[in-house]
């Protein structure tokens, strides 16, 4: 079993920045492939970005590239979405997920968070 734990979500206005974290614990995380993904209201779970086991390789969605970063340290079983120039259309719940599979499908992610709301300000 891995637990994880979301944090720094809140209220950002449209251009800013915010980063998020989340804490794994339980079984071995380095092994997992560490992803995050979102929900807006009425929409389905979409991928956001996800690193793998490897250091440096990483995916991220068409929708965010460029402007969010996906990182992990091993050594504190954290991964981290650093959202830089975020739009109204960023504003969703945003979910830490890890899997076996590097991968940016929802089905391939064995283990989630509880989540954390980002709203962004026009």
């Known amino acids: 079993q891995v637990q994880l734990v979301e944090s720094g979500g809140g209220l950002v206005q449209a251009g800013g920045s915010q980063r998020l974290s989340c804490a794994a614990s339980?079984?071995?995380?380095?092994?997992?492939?560490m992803g995050w993904f979102r929900q807006a209201p009425g929409k389905e779970r979409e991928f956001v970005a996800t690193h793998s086991w490897i250091p440096g390789n990483t995916l991220y969605a068409d929708s965010v590239k460029g402007r969010f970063t996906i990182s992990r340290d091993n050594a504190k079983n954290t991964v981290y979405l650093q959202m830089n120039s975020l739009k109204p259309d960023d504003t969703a719940v945003y979910y830490c997920?890890?899997?076996?599979?590097?991968?940016?499908?929802?089905?391939?992610?064995?283990?989630w968070g509880h989540g954390t709301q980002v709203t962004i300000s026009s």
């Open positions: 997920a890890a899997g076996a599979r590097y991968s940016q499908r929802t089905y391939d992610y064995n283990y």
């Open positions: 339980g079984r071995t995380f380095s092994g997992y492939a």
